[in-house]
């Protein structure tokens, strides 16, 4: 009768034990750590919210989050240095027992040093049956470090000066410990900055959009706390640009505004918001994949190998009226370069990204120059050159000649800077190229010279 007993007595205790295992191992809280980033942060527009960060500015609110299944009786924050000082340490009961408790991660009880390292220690405690009715202690450690100085950015060369719908360079160096993210924006859109020379230098070209008519010129360089420093560079912008307005009245050549609309659809094409969508997020992806910087010299672009008739310049805006009535409008991003079956030329060395039958411009092929410069020909008749092909200044890309959209035999060019279409005419302008060249090289002896 005892020894029924005791296996009684041990059968229940081991079940119990296993259950206690059980519920202990697999009913844990969970513990998160997330750094919320407000939407008036200076390289931010919107709330952004950052899990398991591993800086902090002390400035913006670092979100613990306890989670569990039961209710939460009670948590522990301890935070030390890494020489084991004890900076905060607090227990804390909670009377409402919730299953979820989100709150602001306290911050240290004195003052320390920039780039210090913290470990926050997290314990969390529920009210389940676990550990023989004292609850599941579930823990979790954090390492932060203390980031509360922002990024230096310091300009070592760049241009004089910027048209409308024009390019400029800068070359520039940023110092911080913990570095993040490093790009230029004009005031629309971001642009990535290229490593130069060594570490801690960039180089980047920035457009100033035709499409906006105002340019704002920044660096921003963001650390890993998020502090965040915006340089706004000194740039004369000479607004005084003349784009040409045409105004087509297709009365002239077709019978009805019917078949006027139709012709309109194909010649409209040309600009169509897909098409250069497309042809954007080949850039785009053919950016990800620039992460050195090589040296270069640019040429003067020139498609034709010669002094070539422009037919239809850069920026022209045409109006197309049937008599007295608006039927459409095209803003044109190249030029289009009169040839007849004419070889056309890379003027400098570059890698093709694209090689095909695009919506509009017939067959094309897109060229990747270095530096987020990008060379597009359109309007070909014949290919002379493959995808993936390196080519060297003075290869053949193809032919000039004639399509569905194209009535007179031409090229149609365009410079594109990471994806913003730019005065072609700078880019094929010698002086133009020399200032870049100039400052490029002036950038890179300086460096190699410590005398930035």
Same mark, same amino acid.
């Given at each position: ?72 009786? $009670? ?61 599941n202690t579930t ?19 760049? $241009?004089? $000066? ?34 130069f020379v060594k ?108 002094? $070539? ?104 060019f365009e410079i ?37």
């Amino acid at each position: 009768m005892l020894l029924r007993l005791i296996l009684i007595v041990l059968v229940m205790g081991g079940g119990y034990l296993s259950y206690n295992y059980a519920i202990s191992q697999k009913n844990g809280a969970e513990i998160s750590l997330t750094l919320q980033v407000p939407a008036n942060h200076k390289a931010a527009t919107k709330q952004e919210y950052i899990p398991n960060p591993t800086h902090w500015n002390l400035q913006y609110p670092l979100i613990l989050t306890l989670t569990s299944k039961f209710k939460i009786r $009670s948590y522990h924050i301890k935070a030390l240095t890494s020489d084991h000082l004890v900076v905060y340490d607090h227990e804390q009961i909670v009377l409402d027992e919730p299953t979820t408790l989100s709150f602001q991660l306290p911050k240290p009880s004195i003052k320390l040093d920039n780039q210090t390292r913290l470990r926050y220690e997290i314990a969390v405690r529920d009210w389940s049956y676990a550990n023989f009715f004292n609850g599941n202690t579930t823990t979790k450690n954090f390492e932060i470090t203390l980031d509360t100085i922002e990024p230096k950015i310091d300009t070592l060369a760049q $241009s004089a $000066s910027i048209n409308y719908g024009g390019s400029a360079l800068v070359i520039f160096k940023v110092e911080d410990e913990s570095l993040n993210r490093v790009w230029l924006s004009n005031g629309h859109e971001s642009f990535k900055a290229f490593p130069f020379v060594k570490d801690k230098h960039y180089v980047a070209i920035l457009p100033w959009s035709i499409l906006e008519r105002t340019f704002t010129p920044q660096i921003i360089a963001q650390d890993k706390a998020y502090n965040a420093h915006i340089l706004t560079l000194k740039l004369i912008k000479n607004t005084k640009v003349y784009y040409s307005k045409h105004t087509i009245d297709l009365s002239k050549d077709y019978p009805s505004k019917e078949v006027a609309l139709k012709d309109m659809e194909i010649l409209l094409g040309l600009e169509r918001a897909d098409t250069r969508s497309s042809v954007r997020k080949i850039i785009q992806d053919d950016l990800g994949n620039i992460t050195a910087y090589n040296a270069l010299q640019f040429q003067p672009f020139n498609p034709l190998n010669k002094k $070539s008739r422009v037919l239809l310049a850069f920026g022209t805006q045409r109006q197309f009226m049937f008599k007295h009535e608006k039927v459409g409008q095209r803003l044109h991003l190249g030029v289009d370069l009169a040839g007849k079956k004419s070889k056309i030329y890379a003027s400098n060395s570059g890698k093709v990204i694209l090689e095909e039958e695009v919506g509009g411009y017939g067959k094309s092929i897109l060229i990747a120059n270095g530096l987020g410069v990008y060379a597009f020909y359109g309007g070909l008749s014949e290919f002379k050159a493959n995808m993936g092909d390196l080519l060297e200044p003075q290869g053949v890309l193809g032919l000039s000649g004639r399509n569905f959209t194209n009535k007179r035999d031409h090229v149609h060019f365009e410079i594109l800077i990471q994806g913003v279409a730019v005065r072609p005419s700078e880019w094929m302008d010698q002086r133009f190229i020399q200032k870049f060249n100039t400052i490029i090289h002036e950038a890179e002896r300086k460096i190699q010279a410590g005398q930035e």
